[in-house]
């Protein structure tokens, strides 16, 4: 598994965050990835880069979080796979909290599209804006992510654990999220197809229009008030205090009427 290989570096990222290798009694173990059955494009896609035997099943069930869950499984036994596998740095068990980026030579910016591709988010906010973000209990993978983003972005994140589940949550949005996911999602690149349409979307997203400024505040003074009471009409004052017709008109409309006091 040369990581050096955008497929391999994506492949082995997902792995990390979304993967799990058990070990069995004696060379008996077995690697599995569950996901969403939507994305059981991508299991396929591993088991064709794996030069052994593997399977990929889909199977339904209640859980916790749904009443249905539909999820495809992508199942490897082969020793020698697990063996390059953990030697890499795919630890058996927990897991959550000791991964780490690999120590050798490796596709950065796959291996990083992997991680967030299992354990991140890309999307738009509410108002439209783009973001993208990693959520991770490693403080190996969340410096890395951080490390990464800044040489891409310039955007500088210092994350610390949350209080909810002692996880990291690193967020970028607007440009720098526009920036990095262009850069890590690039044309025909291996990912979830579905982040890749959001990923093409915020690729071409342009940030909308400032809002039109609101009305001018203007500081009245006895003097002003003299030109707006003794011009000969509203667009020779509005000429003469550089102030709009309807400042104007407003501020007249408050002298007249009494709201306002008339200058000495």
């Not at 068990?93 to 991140?120: C, H, M, N, V, W």
Request: a positive charge.
């Amino acid at each position: 598994m040369d990581l050096t290989i955008p497929e391999y570096a994506y492949m082995f990222g997902f792995l990390q965050a979304d993967g799990h290798l058990k070990q069995g009694p004696g060379k008996k173990g077995r690697l599995s990835v569950e996901i969403n059955a939507r994305d059981i494009d991508l299991l396929r896609e591993f088991q064709k880069l794996t030069p052994y035997y593997s399977s990929v099943r889909q199977r339904t069930r209640s859980t916790n979080f749904a009443k249905t869950s539909h999820t495809a499984i992508w199942s490897l036994c082969s020793l020698e796979a697990r063996t390059n596998l953990n030697g890499l740095g795919l630890p058996y068990g927990r897991k959550s909290e000791t991964i780490s980026p690999p120590l050798g030579e490796f596709s950065q910016r796959d291996y990083l599209r992997g991680i967030i591709d299992a354990d991140g988010s890309v999307g738009f906010t509410s108002r439209d804006i783009p973001f993208i973000s990693l959520s991770t209990s490693s403080t190996a993978i969340g410096a890395y992510m951080c490390w990464y983003a800044q040489t891409v972005t310039g955007a500088v994140r210092h994350p610390r654990r949350n209080k909810r589940d002692n996880a990291y949550n690193i967020f970028y949005a607007g440009k720098a999220a526009q920036a990095l996911t262009s850069h890590l999602y690039y044309p025909n690149c291996i990912s979830l197809r579905r982040k890749q349409a959001v990923a093409e979307r915020i690729m071409n997203w342009v940030r909308p229009p400032a809002k039109k400024p609101g009305p001018e505040r203007i500081e009245w003074t006895s003097d002003k008030d003299k030109i707006l009471l003794y011009a000969q009409s509203i667009d020779e004052a509005c000429a003469e205090l550089g102030h709009s017709q309807n400042a104007c008109r407003a501020r007249l409309t408050k002298l007249l009427d009494g709201v306002a006091p008339l200058p000495n």
